[in-house]
Structure formats: C-alpha cells, structure tokens
C-alpha cells in the first residue's frame, strides 16, 4: 500500500512562496549576531524578521533597529515579540521597496534564499550601507566570498569599494522548516577607503566586465581584444598569471595590480 500523502496546508505553501525558513537555534542565532557585530549606536535594519528570532537579540546590542517583514502572519508575531522594545521598530512592509537611509546604516538578515540576489543588489547600491550580514544558502555564501578558490564576477566587481567573507555555516538542522541545504554567514563591508579612486572606477568595471565575457575561456583571450599583445603579456607576467587562467581563479587582487598596469 502506498504511503499516504500529506497535504500541503495554506500555511505551508505561503512559507514555500516566502522562502520563509525560521531560525530556531540558539547557537546560530548567537554567531550570527557576532558575525554582524553591529554599532551599537547606529542605525540597524533586519531584513526578513519573522517572528524576531533575530531581532530581540541585536536589539540588546543596538539604539535603533527597523525590522522588515513582508508575511502578515509573522509581522503580527513580531511585533508582539518586540512590544516591550522601544528602540525596535516593526514594519510589515517589502524591504526591497524600502528607500535606503541617507544616514549610516547597517544590514542583518535571514533573508528569503529565493530572494538573495535583489537583497544583495539593494545593500551594494544603498550609498550610506556601512555592512550587510546575511544568512544565505551555502552555496551562495561561499561562491560570493571565494572560498572555492574561485570568484564571481560581482565579487571582483565591486571588490575595490567592498570586502567579501564568508563568517561561517549555519547547519539545516538550525532552521524550521528544515530546508535542504546548509546556510553561510555572508558579511560584506564597505572599505573605509576604496583601492581606487572614484575616477577609476568605471574603468575598472569596463575592464572586469570585458575579461568575463568569456571569449577565448581565459583572462587573457578576453583582455586581449582591447590591449596589445605585447602590453597585455607584460602586466599578466607582472601580476604572476599564466595567459591560460580562467577567469574565475584570477584573485581580485590580481585584477587590481593588471588594471593598474594596462592603465599606465
């Protein structure tokens, strides 16, 4: 006889809409909020609250925290989890369609895996954003940081103005629902400085996004469509690349040291 099936509830298909998978760890909870280690007197804003398995925590550890939540059912859960805290401000609103704030500000969050990319872009392009804290799939985490040994070409990007790490791994078992992969810790910064100058930096862009095109599979066979041969040879030789290296294994710092060079 076949095994029953369990029907999907309502509730259960709109937390599969929401990507919604809730912290219920309390040692997850607690290396999250080391890892975003946030000031305690600035202004804090957690994305994707839930039901404030992370807000109470980092609002004992700052003045001023917004938490977003987009599901009614755990934005009513929130708010009464933070009602006795006046420093928590609770919104049951879209944080992808909340304007940045001019002031200096930070970001934590167990975000909607399915949402990761648009969260990341919100945070890269909020000019006051000081750091993002975010817990995402492992995968994703470890890809962005390079701790494969491999980078992504939004991490080489924006690799003058932001650091990438990976903080950590937050096991499946930490959440409910359990999803079906491990989470990571990903803490992005930006630098106090950049490692170009403003003027640069379109520049530099212009020259990542040439040598990630992928014409030729290699670093070089990209490049070398805008620079002479000789030149081109000369900076990687400098920079200590083989003209066969993907382009993915080229560190960010080696394309700091090759942009350099093609610009002299």
């Known amino acids: 006889m076949a095994p029953r099936r369990t029907r999907a509830t309502e509730r259960d298909r709109s937390r599969r809409v929401l990507s919604q998978n809730f912290l219920a760890d309390p ?3 607690e290396r999250i909020v080391r890892a975003a280690r946030p000031d305690p007197d600035g202004l804090l804003l957690e994305v994707g609250a839930g039901r404030g398995q992370l807000t109470r925590p980092l609002a004992a550890r700052c003045r001023r925290l917004v938490a977003y939540e987009v599901d009614p059912a755990a934005g009513a859960q929130l708010a009464r989890a933070c009602a006795d805290l006046s ?3 609770c919104r049951q609103a879209d944080f992808l369609a909340a304007e940045p704030p001019r002031t200096p500000f930070e970001v934590v969050g167990n975000i909607p895996w399915s949402l ?13 954003l000081r750091a993002a804290t975010l817990l995402t799939q492992l995968e994703y985490a470890r890809r962005r940081s390079g701790d494969y040994g491999r980078w992504t070409r939004l991490t ?14 937050v096991p499946r078992t930490a959440f ?3 999803p079906r992969v491990d989470a990571g810790i990903l803490r ?9 100058p403003a003027a640069a930096l379109p520049a530099y862009r212009r020259m990542v996004e040439l040598g990630f095109d992928g014409a030729g599979g290699s670093l070089a ?7 002479a041969p000789a030149r081109l040879a000369a900076a990687l030789r ?5 003209p066969a290296t993907p382009v993915g294994h080229v560190w960010p710092e080696q394309w700091l040291v090759l942009f350099r060079l093609l610009r002299m």
């Open 188 to 196: 992005v910064e930006r630098r106090a400085e950049p490692l170009l």
């Open 221 to 227: 066979a990209s490049l070398g469509r805008r620079h």
């Open 116 to 128: 990761t990319s648009a969260v990341v872009r919100w945070c890269l392009a909020a000019p006051a």
């Open 238 to 242: 400098a920079t200590r690349l083989d």
């Open 176 to 178: 409910r629902p359990v």
């Open 156 to 169: 080489v990007l924006t690799w003058p103005e932001f650091s990438w790490r990976f903080a950590g791994r």
């Open 87 to 89: 420093t928590v401000t």
């Open 27 to 29: 040692a997850s909870i």
